[in-house]
């Protein structure tokens, strides 16, 4: 890390949330400006370039597609996750991410000990429609999602009421905390856009419970 990382790194802006309260119990805190604009820069290059980004292949109804981004997966150990029939066993931390990993755990209250990391390097790299909703994120897991880089859209919608919806928009250093039933009633997408976007990172920090039987 660079000296002007770590000056810019402490200078935090925080402020307060704004609250959605969803459907059967879930909930959402969205800190527009978690993080200062001109550190959140100096945060997006620290993880472009720390971060052993891949472009993983994932089996969804028994074809093999490759990911429209790229994606690390960091954590302790026993963070052993498995995704889209993926098993994740973590990458070591990184000086960037153990720092983020403390700001959130001393702000939240809230222990982490694994981190999924995406990479959208375009309007056209997405993630599709999914819940975080694994065995081992147990039941209604906290999970605090940081974002660097371009705004996207991020949509909740949910399972089995057809008209209830959620639009955010993510920008450079907002953090959005999904908390209670969300992962449960709800689904998350960061669909593509049409119009010209940047790169984007985001970070969604997680407590992995242990690896469950069957985990692969
Ligand atoms: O990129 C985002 O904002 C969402 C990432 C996400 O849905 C996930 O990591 O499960």
Not at 119 to 136: C, I, K, L, Q, T
Request: hydrophobic share 35%; net charge positive; with cysteine.
């Amino acid at each position: 890390m660079g000296s002007r990382g770590r000056a810019d790194a402490s200078r935090q802006v925080g402020g307060s949330a704004a609250c959605h309260v969803l459907a059967d119990g879930g909930e959402l805190q969205l800190w527009q400006h978690w993080i200062g604009p001109d550190v959140a820069e100096v945060y997006f290059e620290r993880l472009r370039d720390e971060l052993p980004w891949r472009q993983e292949t994932i089996t969804i109804a028994g074809r093999q597609i490759l990911q429209p981004r790229l994606s690390a997966w960091i954590g302790d150990a026993e963070a052993v996750y498995v995704y889209s029939g993926l098993t994740n066993r973590p990458g070591p931390w990184t000086a960037t991410l153990r720092e983020l990993r403390m700001r959130l755990q001393c702000s939240l209250g809230t222990p982490f000990n694994s981190v999924l990391a995406n990479y959208y390097r375009s309007e056209r790299d997405s993630m599709g429609w999914h819940a975080d909703n694994e065995p081992e994120l147990g039941g209604d897991p906290t999970i605090a999602s940081l974002s660097f880089g371009a705004a996207r859209r991020f949509i909740l919608k949910h399972k089995k009421r057809k008209h209830a919806r959620v639009a955010l928009s993510l920008g450079s250093g907002s953090l959005l905390v999904m908390r209670g039933t969300t992962q449960r009633y709800w689904k998350h997408s960061v669909p593509k856009e049409n119009a010209p976007r940047g790169q984007r990172i985001n970070l969604t920090f997680r407590l992995v419970r242990g690896r469950v039987a069957g985990a692969g």
